[in-house]
């Protein structure tokens, strides 16, 4: 039986320890605001016990872990034919940028990097009645949590400064790969990228994804196959340009936000989230790594 309290205390000391944590992404300028001291870890396992450490209850912007949800919702409604408008390739390149959208004639490498990740918010406005009404509510489902919200100051940050994302789904648009209006996808973007939760709540919204498609409440969201290709995509592309580093350091699916969470799991195991805000030059929490990395180390759990 492995002590998983005990590993996550031990890991949440460390941090605590730990002079290096990074630099905040105070491009979002309400980003710039969060504490950089503040670090915490989540884990719950199959049986849905949970064990905790630090401000694991404190809720922060999400980030680009929405970009999982938003998929899951787009592969419900759309199944294969999704992969005709966006690919399942790694980057290799930041988030954000916008070479390879150009050379690639708008078919963006994969859902978790920026531009992917708008032809997903845009089948979303396509196919859902009221997209933000209906994503919130989806989010809230599978989190067996309705406390969960959007921060509407940093949707106005994000909308006042997210001229990359303008450009993207500009492009996107130039491409005839975007079928709705550029603003309305992208208020749609931001709002997804805004939602505000806890490690706690990542942690068990996440149990979907290692119990085979099945939320907390027993409802089946996903089928195996899936399951499958979403665990794959957070693996190899999970952490844009440092996605291959995480297989080797950690070795488990997963996904970051710059807002300094990072959600992994091992299917049928367990689920655990980190957060803390200072980013490395990658743009993936520093500590949240390293904490991680400890995590399957301490536990000799990893996928491989």
Aim: with cysteine; charged share 20%; aromatic share 10%.
């Amino acid at each position: 039986m492995i002590d998983y309290q005990r590993i996550l205390n031990a890991i949440h000391q460390t941090a605590q320890k730990t002079e290096d944590r990074g630099k905040i992404a105070d491009y979002i300028p309400e980003l710039a605001k969060v504490d950089m001291h503040k670090f915490g870890i989540h884990l719950v396992n199959m049986n849905q016990e949970n064990f905790c450490a630090g401000n694991s209850n404190e809720g922060f912007s999400i980030q680009s872990i929405s970009k999982v949800f938003t998929l899951t919702m787009a592969l419900g409604l759309l199944e294969e034919k999704l992969w005709e408008r966006v690919d399942v390739e790694p980057s290799g390149d930041p988030f954000n940028h916008l070479s390879l959208l150009e050379f690639e004639k708008g078919i963006p490498r994969n859902p978790f990097i920026n531009p992917g990740a708008i032809v997903v918010a845009d089948v979303l406005v396509s196919h859902l009645k009221n997209p933000k009404d209906e994503f919130l509510a989806f989010v809230r489902d599978i989190a067996d949590d309705d406390t969960i919200d959007y921060d509407s100051t940093v949707v106005s940050s994000e909308k006042r400064t997210g001229y990359h994302n303008y450009a993207a789904a500009n492009l996107l648009k130039s491409f005839n790969n975007l079928e709705n209006d550029v603003e309305t996808v992208l208020d749609f973007y931001f709002h997804q990228c805004s939602l505000t939760m806890s490690c706690a709540q990542l942690a068990n919204t996440f149990f979907l994804y290692i119990n085979n498609g099945k939320c907390r409440r027993k409802n089946t969201h996903l089928t195996s196959g899936q399951v499958k290709r979403i665990n794959a995509l957070m693996l190899t592309c999970g952490f844009y340009d440092e996605a291959g580093e995480f297989a080797f350091e950690v070795g488990l699916p997963g996904k970051s936000g710059v807002g300094g969470g990072i959600v992994a799991l091992h299917p049928n195991k367990f689920c655990v989230a980190t957060w803390s805000p200072g980013l490395n030059d990658k743009g993936n929490s520093k500590l949240g790594m390293l904490a991680l990395e400890k995590l399957t180390t301490e536990t000799e759990l990893s996928i491989f």
